[in-house]
Every structure is written in C-alpha cells, then in structure tokens.
C-alpha cells in the first residue's frame, strides 16, 4: 500500500525550528552497532541537470554557479551543452561541483564505448545510465534486453565505471504477470548492470517506490528522487510535493547503501531555482548529505 509522505510541503515550509535544525540526523539513522559493524552512510544529494533545462539552454555555466551558490555539490549531466569535457571538468570544479553521473542514450551506449569512457575519465563521473530504451513486448524479449546490458556492463565495468538503467512510467507494464522491469532487473548481473529507480514513475506506473528499493536493496547506488501529487497523474516535482512515503524512501535508501539522491523535477509550481533550492533543504531537514 502507498504511504502518504509524513511531512507536507506546507508542513516543511512552516517548520522554521526544524529548518534550524536541519544539520542533526534523525532519529531513525541512530541505529545501535557494535564496533566492528560499519555506520550506515546516507545518500549525497544531487540533481539531474535536465531539471533546469530552461536556465542552462540560456545560460549553463550561470545556472551551474547559481547551484553551487544554493549548496549543491554533486550533478548528473544529460550532456554538457556544447562545452568540451576537459573545459567542462574544469568549470565544474571551480565551482565545486561534482559529476556523479550521467545519461547517455541506448545508441550511445551501444556504439560509442571508447568516447563515453573518454569522457568519464575528463569529467570523472563513474556511473553511466540509459535514460530510455524501446520497451520489448515480451517476456522473452525483456530478459533478451537483459542479456545485451549483461554484456555492455561487463565492458563498462573492466574500465571502471557500472552501466545503469532508468525507467519511465512504461517499463511497469505487466508482461506475463509480471511487472517488465522487474523481469529485466531480475536477469541483469548485479554486479554489472545497476538501478537508477525514477520513485516517481514507479509509483505512477503501478508498484511501491519503497517496496521496489527493499526488492533491490545493494543495487541502487543512484535513485531519482522526485515526486507526484497525484499517482494518477503523470507530472513530477521535486521531492516532498506529493504523495510519495520519503520517510520510507530514505530508510530503504540507506538500507541499501544508496550513494546518490538525485533530485529531478519536470513540472513547476516556482522558478526552477526555487524548486531546486526547496527540494534540496527538504532532503536535508530529511537527513541527507549536502
């Protein structure tokens, strides 16, 4: 069952004492452990650049500063706006800024190995994520898919960086019974193929966000933190301006060793500044890194 977040926007927006606060680590992270057991590690928050698609078309560099300026310490890129990278790692780290991912299309992926792994070794980015695939129809064809990314993400692991997927909405679709995600996730190598879940689009296509985080606990090291207002309709904000269970999210996500919570929006009920500026201190008074 779908969880109601515990904390509203207007809720977080009104507590100006939990704002003063927000440095402390929640309670629910104080877990007790004995001195050979390792302190669970809280995601660093990001933000998928995409989000502020409308600044950086103007001005990327500005926009950038203007992140950093907010807090921001960690991106991921969906390109780097006509920059060359060795430009663009030096512009990023003037503003210290980190990229900790990055999306790069299926046809990409699939045919243009020696220039994405130049290009994470210039930026430094580890992670490199298909955004979007044509969905196969069948069971059959969904664990074939499988099989391609097995194979891509062992030559992507021998150079040092995990080949990754995020879904949409439609990858929910049932196959057999089964949900077609769940299908390619479950014939996917953990090793070589990761999960960057987009909570938004699972929780409109159908399935549990915190529920599908425990399925693959130690197989999400990145995640797309956003939000629906209503799960029926498809229009994401930034993280705690909907319905989703955060408190839930949180805890699965550092159950699972997340590294990388990125915020990502595509509707605005604010200046996309604004919103990255809300999500990020939501995240924060939630108990997130930076």
Known sequence: ???FGRTTRREFLAGTAAAAASAAIPQRFMWRRSKDQKKPVTP????QLYSLRTLTGKDALGTLSKLSDLGYRN????????????EFALEMRSRNLN????HISWGQVNNNFDAIRAQAEAIGFEYVVVPSMPIPKTKAAWVE???EFNKLGEKFSGAGLKLGFHNHAGELVKVEGEHGLNI???????????????????????????????????RTPVSHYKDLKDSKVHASYGPGQGVIDWDGVIDASVEG???YAIVEFEKHD?????EADLSRKFLVEKGLRG
């Open 145 to 147: 898919r499988a099989g």
């Open 270 to 274: 604010m200046p996309p500044l604004e």
């Open 1 to 3: 069952m779908i969880k």
């Open 75 to 86: 991106v991921e890129l969906a390109g780097t706006y006509g920059i060359a990278d060795a």
């Open 257 to 259: 060793g997340m590294k």
């Open 44 to 47: 660093q928050i990001a933000i």
């Open 99 to 102: 990229v900790c991912s990055a």
């Open 184 to 218: 390619f996730f479950d014939h996917t190598e953990p090793e070589l193929v990761v999960a960057e879940p987009d909570l938004a689009w699972i929780l409109a296509g159908g399935a549990d966000p915190v529920a599908w985080l425990k399925r693959y606990k130690g």
